[in-house]
Nanobody
């Protein structure tokens, strides 16, 4: 069954901003780690940002560092990704992911997550 549902995607011009949200059916604090991934046509799924259960540690892909911010609201059971200064290369389907068990996988690798959302499209035009 669906456990994660993304929203907030859309089309913007380069330099614009978007805020993606992921609603979880389970309390977000129960997940060891949550993350955002993205996948463009013909490309492999790429880790964008991850956050540990306590929210104290975050990890970002080099390509988005300084522009994207991941956050977790345990009171609302949601995960967010604030994106600013968007570039055409940010265009992709963005997925929310969660890890129900602790893993030794690198935070931004697909293998570290076992719960996935359906994705929300982000398109950035020049």
């Amino acid at each position: 069954q669906v456990q994660l549902v993304e929203s907030g995607g859309g089309s913007v011009q380069a330099g614009g901003s978007l805020r993606l949200s992921c609603a979880a059916s389970a309390p977000t604090y129960t997940y060891y780690r949550m993350a955002w991934f993205r996948q463009a046509p013909g490309k492999e799924r790429e880790g964008v940002a991850a956050i540990e259960r306590g929210g104290k540690t975050t990890v970002y892909a080099n390509s988005v560092t300084g522009r994207f911010t991941i956050s977790q609201d345990n009171a609302k059971n949601t995960l967010s990704l604030e994106m600013i200064s968007l570039k055409p290369e940010d265009t992709a389907m963005y997925y929310c992911a969660a890890a129900q068990q602790v893993s030794l996988h690198i935070p931004l690798t697909v293998g570290g997550y076992n719960v996935w959302g359906q994705g929300t499209q982000v398109t950035v035009s020049s």
